[in-house]
């Protein structure tokens, strides 16, 4: 497989990341009143540290899906861009309006590799923005763009991976405690939303 990333256009898609990091933080800091989120279903998913390494890996997986479509299918790429980076502009605009948070992260007293992994992820990100999750809309962006591509390296094995993988990179962000299931409930409805949405728009305009 040659790699090829000469396409202007589609380097240039690749600058919405660190723009929104950058919105994103200023987003996060900013000293406003949050409401808090809660849901009684989140006492019922058992904290488990060591969903600190599927969580951790969600921040190489998705650039790395986004690198690996773009050298390998444009129109997936693209298709990927647009879902994703409407739904990551749609949190930013939402927690703009509505600034929330979570109180759910319970107070962490061992002393292992796994819980000081939970530390540092709580001394970078504070449990605000949290609503719609962030993982959860860029995660099932790439799982659907993958599912629906035509690329033939992706058979149904494949595609079936990718979506047990998915699932596990959203629950950690449950399991560790980071995320309410109502943040990614609404993240998992916006990238839903959004992908069919565009997929509709698509299918009108080719016929």
Known sequence: MSVNFKSPNKVYLLLFVPVYLILFFIIDTLPVAHSIISCAVDAYIPYNRYMIIPYCIWFLWWPCWLLYLMSVSEADFRKLCRTMYTGMA???LIQLIWPNGVSIREDLVSTDIFTKGIQLIRSIDPPYCTCPSLLAVISLSI?????????KDFSATVKSYVWIITMLL???AMGIKQ????NVAAGALLAAGLHYMFRAFDRKHTL
Do not use: G, H, K, M
């Open 90 to 92: 749609v949190c930013l």
């Open 170 to 172: 959203i629950y950690s």
């Open 179 to 182: 995320q309410s299931i109502i």
């Open 143 to 151: 799982a659907l763009t993958v599912n629906e591509s035509a690329i």
